[in-house]
C-alpha cells in the first residue's frame, strides 16, 4: 500500500501521541520512597522546644503507595527528655507513622493515621514514649487537624487522652517562597489546668529547587513557668525565632 504525504502525517502524529500517551501512564509508579535530612536551630513541636532552645540534626524516610496508603520514619536528636522529664537517658527521638489521605471533593481532602514517638532508653519516671491518632481536612490552603494519644503523653502521668487542635494555612508567595501561619491548643487531663496552653507561629520558607528548602518561624505560646520551666532551663515554650534547612531526596 502507498501512503501519501498527508496521510504519513497523520499516522506519525498518532503513533507520537499513543507513545506519549504510555510514557505518562508508564511514568506514575505504584510506590514513592523518598528521603530528607536537615537541620535546626531549634526543633519545636506544637511551640514547645525539643532540643532545650539547642540546635538538632534531622532526618527521615517516606513510603507512600499511590492508593493514598503511607507510612514514614522521622528522627532527631532531643533534650527535653533529661532536662525536662529527669531522665538520664534519652537523647533521641524516633517517629514511626502510618496512615492514608485521599480526596472527598474538588479541593478537599483528608489525612488519617498514627503515629508513635519514641525515645529509645528513655528512664523517666513516666515512660516518654508516647502514641497519637490523627484526622486532618485539607481545604484549599488551609489545613485543619485534630490529634489524641491513646497511651501517656510525652512522661505525664495520667495523661491518656491528651488532645491536640490546630489550624494552619500556606500561601504562595512566588518564586518559591510561601508564608505559613499556625496556630494550636494542647490540652492534657488529670496534671491541672497549667498543662494546657496555645501555641503560635508564622513561618516563611523557601524553595530553591533540586529538594533544597529554607524556613524561618517566629514562634510564641502562652506556656506556664510551673510546667514547662524546670530547673535552669528556661519556659520549653517560650517565645523564639529559628531557622531550618532541609535536603529531600
Do not use: C
Amino acid at each position: 500500500m502507498k501512503l501519501n504525504i498527508s496521510s504519513s502525517i497523520v499516522l506519525s502524529a498518532l503513533l507520537t501521541a499513543t507513545v506519549v500517551s504510555n510514557q505518562a501512564v508508564a511514568a506514575e509508579p505504584e510506590n514513592t520512597l523518598t528521603f530528607n535530612i536537615g537541620a535546626t536551630t531549634d526543633y519545636r513541636f506544637r511551640g514547645i522546644s525539643q532540643s532545650s532552645f539547642k540546635p538538632a540534626v534531622q532526618g527521615g524516610a517516606d513510603f507512600s503507595h499511590k492508593s493514598g496508603a503511607y507510612v514514614g520514619v522521622w528522627g532527631s536528636n532531643v533534650n527535653w527528655v533529661k532536662d525536662f522529664a529527669g531522665a538520664t537517658d534519652g537523647s533521641l527521638e524516633v517517629d514511626l507513622y502510618g496512615g492514608y489521605k485521599g480526596e472527598l471533593a474538588t479541593d478537599l481532602s483528608f489525612d488519617v493515621g498514627i503515629i508513635g514517638y519514641i525515645y529509645p532508653s528513655n528512664n523517666a519516671a513516666t515512660n516518654a514514649n508516647t502514641t497519637e491518632i490523627y484526622a486532618a481536612l485539607t481545604y484549599g490552603v488551609v489545613t485543619a487537624k485534630y490529634s489524641r494519644s491513646v497511651t501517656n503523653i510525652v512522661a505525664n502521668a495520667n495523661s491518656s487522652g491528651s488532645q491536640y487542635l490546630e489550624l494552619a494555612a500556606t500561601f504562595d508567595l512566588g518564586n518559591g517562597f510561601s508564608v505559613t501561619p499556625h496556630i494550636g491548643r494542647q490540652m492534657i487531663p488529670n496534671q491541672t489546668t497549667s498543662g494546657d496552653y496555645t501555641d503560635y507561629s508564622l513561618t516563611l520558607g523557601k524553595d530553591f529547587g533540586n529538594g533544597i528548602s529554607a524556613s524561618v518561624s517566629a514562634v510564641g505560646t502562652d506556656a506556664k513557668d510551673d510546667f514547662y520551666k524546670v530547673g535552669s532551663v528556661a519556659n520549653l515554650g517560650k517565645s523564639g525565632l529559628f531557622a531550618g534547612l532541609k535536603y529531600s531526596f
